[in-house]
């Protein structure tokens, strides 16, 4: 991003700051803060007795007539070319249909990088996709097969002969550091940050700590491999895909393929996790251009290994940070510094360098990031992208901090919050971080422990820890939605929206039903599909959000279609849109409850059998008016053996600032599900990359340790619950804070245990010993 | 030779090297069973085989060949009502993404029954003396092979325990 970009949104910045806040959006808290019925309550997810039978159909399970299977065979060097391929055997063998590389394969356009400029696009690998033999990273798709069964496109795979001219590639980190980029903005913020003299600060300073911390490469896994099930017919391109940017999918299939919009139609209705990785990769280019050159239907599912391989993961980092206090505590100085791996192709800043923005008022900040290039698969967001890896740092080195002032470290954390953004000066649209912090400590009863004296059970130690996460309000614009009332007083409403297991229908359903005045059994939801209208991508946990402010805009305008339809003969008669409201099963009057009349009634005097409106998610002016994030308090207990070094969590409490909750059943499910992964990022997960040929060595879920069941307390959840007044329905998404903090107050923990601090995740039993 | 699958007899498949999952899923329509991994890491394709929890992906097809297998599909009554078990985890909320379900429902059937044979886990304390106690810690050890990357454990575990202590029988 560039410096034009800081320009460009330090002016809004600016002229907003001048704004009443009741002209942006929000200015207005939503009424359904107030008015809940639904929205609020527990229900059920609407799709439960599908997923529990088996029953829900993910993309690679549409059948299909004449499909054909596919296998690919990955570069084994980093960088170089192909010197001499020889596919005559996988050629021939039973039931190869095809086998495609970069010398029969079509012409492919570079797919447009996902970015703020077209929510059309979706690329993460900006890349040429088998267009010549360059090999730019280890795992490269160097050739397809497609044949009539998986067991024969598997075994043609093998058959595939490649010689490679190797070049000396970039695989080390520590050496990428020579030519480390320093790019102008990180999404869309200044990159550099300098406020006050934080240098100064840390020299005079009664207490300081001053450390690196280092976080590796993690992956998604989403345990539905990544997968596509593809057909052309009649010129258009048919994609049955796993992803959580559907739009954005089709938009950039269109761009590759050189078709228009319309001639690509994506359908997604479940997805079976995605984390941040369910987005446009080579592989569903791949797959397109091998049916299109077959002419027969594909199905391609990415081996485990070959999601490694081809889909990008969180980017390593390595982080320094340091932090000046006065006597009492009160922060004077905070500087972040650090590296992160970000290919020249890649698209996805690891913005780690934003979260001590918020968190705490200090007087003087010196913040920055670089980035590095390497020849290795484009990184992407995973859930809580900066944020996750941010809070790592600087949540353990307020611990280190508190440690060294002789201070309870929640105690320190209150002390420094902040009263409105510390940087701009902002004010919070709602933010009470206090409150989460009460919750959390109550119900995991910190004050009950003397946490400095040593705690033993035979070989284990045991250890307390906490720390804050944090993760900022998003809200995308042009989302929208339809909603068709019908003359049996039904609504439904449509979306191009994604669901990968956050309840996306379960809790938009419930708000609709509370917007339009419905029971909850009067109203469908439909998602996952781009027939239905535009919706940005489920991602920066904002399509609640997003979803939330489309419903409400297309209510507006239902509220003014009903009401002209009604026409005079109605106790409507001369009222505007504005005068009603929705209750009931229909319209009526504010004030003034006698004169109502329901939707059936009005499509039916009107011969009508429904009646449908678009609504879309207007520009995020709050988001630079206001400082909105959402914080929570974390809280660990666990025990290490001194044997083995084995690190056992044995407690997790999460205390939450996240505006209002719309459904406890599916919101607790979130934020557990995020802290769970927070918990894998601490102790077990990384991607070993082989830095002699850039290869992952850790490319399977038997040498990539997700959490188990064995693994996992059971961890209690709260919320404050208090509603954000500029956001819909009060309430600020929820998907990516969980794992935000975790991986800190683990780390804490370990190191009120054992006395040793881990500045390296994961904290393997060898930092232990 | 025949495979019976829920009740239904399925051809053997002609090529040997076909997994008991692919001729699920690729051959006979049945795509509740699912492919996480296809290397027995995850559990997400956990079928009952002649009731014990095999992982499919790492069966052969012709292993199966005059067997009973029981997927998902077969899970429910016949006339649609759920399986208690399946309404446990949509009353716990042990899912979300619904991708490793299956298999984690398969394989808690499959566990129920190893456990009320008297079968120990590692976390058992008395090795000898017959049946184990039931508890948070023998579901979590005795689950351990069916990975959730959305974090539903909490759920699951609890889903388990509901149906197992309501002593719902098969």
């Known amino acids: ?769 | 030779m025949r495979i019976t699958v829920n009740g239904t007899d399925y051809p053997v498949p002609d090529d040997v090297r076909v997994s008991l999952l692919d001729m699920l899923r690729e051959r006979s329509g049945l795509t509740g069973s699912k492919l996480g991994c296809n290397q027995g890491a995850c559990g997400a394709c956990t079928v009952l085989l002649d009731g014990e929890r095999v992982l499919s992906c790492l069966t052969l097809a012709v292993q199966a060949a005059g067997r009973e297998v029981r997927t998902i599909e077969g899970v429910a009554a016949a006339e649609g009502e759920l399986h208690p078990l399946q309404q446990a985890f949509i009353d716990h909320d042990g899912f979300q993404c619904g991708y490793c379900t299956p298999g984690q429902i398969c394989s808690a059937l499959g566990m129920l029954e190893e456990f009320r044979r008297g079968d120990p886990s590692h976390v058992t304390a008395d090795l000898a003396g017959g049946q184990a106690r039931f508890s948070h810690e023998e579901i979590r050890e005795r689950m351990s092979g069916n990975l959730c990357r959305c974090g539903a454990h909490n759920g699951i575990v609890a889903a388990i325990l509901q149906f197992a202590d309501a002593g719902a029988g098969e």
């Open chain 1, 1 to 769: 991003m560039s410096k034009l970009q800081n320009a460009i949104v330090g002016g809004v910045r600016r002229v907003l700051g001048q704004v009443p806040a009741g002209w942006l959006p929000g200015g207005t808290p939503d009424p359904l803060i107030q008015r809940r019925v639904s929205l609020g309550t527990q229900q059920p997810r609407i799709d439960g007795p599908d997923k529990v039978r088996g029953g829900a159909r993910f993309a690679a399970e549409v059948p299909m007539d004449g499909l054909l299977y596919t296998a690919l065979v990955h570069a084994t060097i980093a960088r170089g070319r192909i010197a001499e391929l020889d596919t005559g055997a996988a050629e021939a063998a039973p039931g190869v249909a095809l086998v495609m590389t970069h010398r029969n394969a079509p012409k492919l356009a570079v797919p447009p990088p996902i970015g703020m400029t077209s929510m059309k696009a979706a690329g993460n690998n900006i890349l040429p996709i088998m267009q010549d033999p360059e090999i730019r990273w280890n795992g490269q798709t160097v050739a397809l097969i497609l044949a009539e069964s998986q067991e024969e496109a598997d075994h043609a795979a093998t058959l595939v002969q490649v010689r490679y001219e190797t070049e000396r590639a970039r695989t080390r980190f520590e050496e990428a550091k020579a030519d480390a980029r320093t790019p102008d903005s990180i999404l869309i913020e200044k990159n550099r940050l300098l406020k006050g003299n934080a240098e100064a600060a840390l020299t005079a300073a009664a207490h300081r700590t001053d450390a690196v911390y280092r976080t590796p490469w993690y992956n998604h896994n989403p345990i539905e491999p990544h997968a596509a099930t593809v057909l052309w017919k009649d010129g258009r391109l048919i994609v049955h895909d796993a992803t959580q940017m559907l739009n954005g999918t089709a938009g950039s299939l269109a761009k590759v393929f050189g078709l228009k919009d319309d001639q690509v139609h994506v359908s997604s209705p479940f997805v079976g996790g995605g984390f941040g990785g369910k987005a446009l990769w080579d592989h569903q280019i791949l797959a397109a251009a091998a049916a299109k050159l077959a002419k027969r239907p594909v199905r391609i599912v990415l081996r485990r290994s070959s999601m490694y391989r081809l889909i990008g993961g969180r980017a390593e980092t390595e982080q320094r940070v340091a932090l000046a206090a006065d006597a009492r505590g009160k922060l004077t100085a905070l500087l972040h510094h650090g590296y992160s791996v970000k290919p020249l192709h890649s698209v996805c800043d690891e913005q780690y360098g934003l979260t001590g923005r918020s968190l705490y008022a200090c007087e003087s900040f010196d913040i920055v990031q670089h980035h590095l290039d390497l020849d290795v698969v484009a990184n992407t967001f995973m859930r809580g992208p900066g944020e996750a890896v941010g809070t790592f740092a600087i949540e353990s080195a307020i611990d280190e901090l508190a440690h060294d002032i002789g201070m309870d470290p929640v105690a320190l954390r209150l002390r420094n919050l902040p009263d409105r953004d510390p940087v701009s000066g902002a004010p919070h649209s709602q933010s009470d971080p206090a409150k989460a912090w009460q919750m959390g400590a109550d119900q995991f009863g910190w004050n009950r422990w003397e946490r400095r004296s040593t705690r033993r059970e035979g070989e284990w130690r045991l250890g307390l820890g906490c720390a804050t996460g944090t993760f900022p309000y998003a809200r995308m614009p042009g989302m929208s939605v339809r909603i068709t009332v019908d003359d049996e007083g039904r609504a439904t409403v449509a979306s191009a929206a994604h669901e990968m297991g956050m309840g996306t229908a379960t809790v938009q359903r419930q708000h609709a039903a509370d917007r339009l005045g419905l029971p909850l059994e009067r109203v469908d939801v439909r998602i996952g599909d781009t027939s239905l209208p535009f919706a940005t991508m489920a991602g920066g946990s904002s399509q609640t959000a997003s979803l939330g402010a489309a419903i409400t805009a297309a209510s507006s305008k239902l509220a003014g279609e009903l009401v002209r339809l009604a026409g005079n003969d109605t106790p409507l008669a001369g009222l505007r849109a504005n005068d009603l409201e929705f209750a009931e099963g229909g319209l009526r009057c504010v004030g003034d409850p006698s004169r109502q009349e329901s939707f059936a009634s009005i499509l039916r005097r009107a011969g009508r059998r429904q009646i449908s409106v678009e609504g879309e998610s207007s520009a995020p002016l709050e988001m630079l008016k206001f400082a909105m994030h959402s914080t929570s308090a974390i809280f660990c207990e666990l025990r290490v053996s001194e044997a083995t070094g084995e690190v056992r969590v044995t407690r997790l409490v999460g205390a939450f600032d996240c505006g209002r909750i719309l459904n406890p059943k599916t919101a607790a499910s979130q934020f557990r599900g995020g802290m769970i992964m927070g918990l894998g990022m601490a102790l077990t997960e990384e991607t070993l990359l082989d830095p002699r040929n850039g290869r992952i060595m850790s490319a399977s879920l038997t040498d990539y340790h997700v959490p188990v069941h064995l693994d996992l307390p059971e961890i209690d959840v709260l919320w404050t619950d208090i509603p954000d007044p500029r956001a819909p329905m009060g309430a600020r998404g929820i998907g990516e804070i969980g794992i935000t903090g975790v991986a800190a107050a683990v780390a804490n923990a370990v190191f009120n245990a054992t006395g040793k601090r881990v500045r390296d995740l994961p904290i393997t039993l060898d930092k232990l010993l």
